[in-house]
């Protein structure tokens, strides 16, 4: 399937996490939200029901033999699926059955997240209590693990949703941390060497490829965001913060628009505003338009290489801001299609 084809429906979408608990409630408000080609619905994440919702345990619930448990520290690897891996496993099959009634008939673009192999490996602990980075051949496992249970969750929602266009998103805020030596140990005086970037982006690509013909992008919501490396490792799509680009990577994402990448821009703010109350559409994306200028971009364009989303996700919103902020990036995608300039 071709990404550019997919991408081309998606003006635009949220990021992956929302407010409160109620499953139902929320895939409502995401297919809601982006109906009748205004974007593209997703597969919401509610974190507010605690561990094994939060994006490392619903991650931790898709890995292919690997299981976890919740320690005061964080998410440490198990020899067998006990109550927490058991839990995340839960939640997810919510997440899916409330998606799939507000999908019925759906044949437009999908989204799934979860969390990419770098960001795993920084979070999820080896039995002694240090991450898996600290150890090349557990962070190959590890890799390993999340393609095949992600091939296996992507068949799940094909399933579940025939019509769909599935696109598979890697979140990856972490990536940047671990490719600069950024990651702290357990006893929080050191931190990890940083990763090789040949073997990031090596292992990313097998992960990416997992998806198979399924469009992907990486999200990342941390500042230096790798253009040029994730590029590299098939990423078809990358998803970032606009308020985090600095000048000397904007020449990286004009060479990526030039090949062909979508851009997500996170140009919504995730969290209530302290105004109380959201920009207009046509001012939400005026950085767009100027960073289209500055790189001497076609506007003509904007919408076959942007999508517009929230700068991260919206677990910490109202669920009133929520609804507003999702309904607000479709009409601040439509601003930018009606006035490219």
């Not at 998103?169 to 357990?186: H, I, K």
């Not at 913060?241 to 703010?269: C, I, N, Y």
């Not at 100027?290 to 076609?298: A, I």
Request: some cysteine; charged content about 25%.
């Amino acid at each position: 399937m071709s990404e550019i084809n997919v991408f081309r429906d998606c003006p635009a979408t949220g990021i992956g996490s929302m407010p409160g608990g109620d499953a139902r409630e929320a895939a409502k408000t995401v297919t809601g939200s982006f109906g009748d080609g205004e974007g593209m619905p997703y597969l919401a994440e509610l974190p507010a029901r605690g561990p094994g919702a939060d994006m490392i345990g619903r991650t931790i619930g898709l890995l292919a033999e690997l299981y976890g448990h919740v320690e005061p520290s964080g998410w440490r690897i198990s020899d067998r699926p006990g109550r927490d891996t058991r839990r995340a496993r839960s939640w997810l099959g919510e997440d899916l059955d409330a998606l799939e009634e507000f999908t019925q008939g759906y044949e437009g673009p999908l989204k799934v997240q979860a969390v990419g192999p770098w960001t795993l490996a920084a979070a999820l602990e080896r039995r002694g209590g240090e991450a898996f980075l600290g150890d090349p051949g557990a962070c190959r496992d590890l890799a390993d693990s999340l393609a095949e249970g992600l091939r296996g969750h992507l068949a799940e929602v094909r399933r579940r949703v025939p019509g769909a266009r599935l696109v598979l998103q890697l979140d990856e805020p972490s990536l940047t941390a671990v490719l600069r030596g950024r990651v702290r140990t357990a006893s929080g005086y050191r931190t990890h060497r940083a990763v090789d970037r040949q073997l990031v982006e090596a292992t990313l690509r097998e992960v990416l490829g997992a998806a198979g013909e399924t469009a992907t992008l990486v999200h990342t919501c941390a500042p230096e965001v790798p253009f040029a490396l994730l590029r590299r490792a098939g990423a078809g799509g990358i998803s970032f913060d606009l308020s985090l680009l600095t000048e000397r990577e904007e020449e990286a994402v004009g060479e990526a628009v030039e090949g062909g990448t979508r851009m997500f821009f996170g140009v919504v703010p995730g969290a209530d505003p302290a105004s109380g109350r959201l920009s207009d559409p046509g001012g939400s994306v005026m950085g767009v338009r100027t960073l289209w200028r500055r790189l001497g971009l076609n506007p003509g364009t904007l919408t076959e290489s942007v999508t517009v989303t929230p700068s991260c996700g919206l677990a910490g919103a109202s669920p009133a801001y929520a609804r507003a902020a999702l309904a607000h990036c479709a009409r601040a995608a439509r601003s930018l299609a009606d006035n490219p300039e």
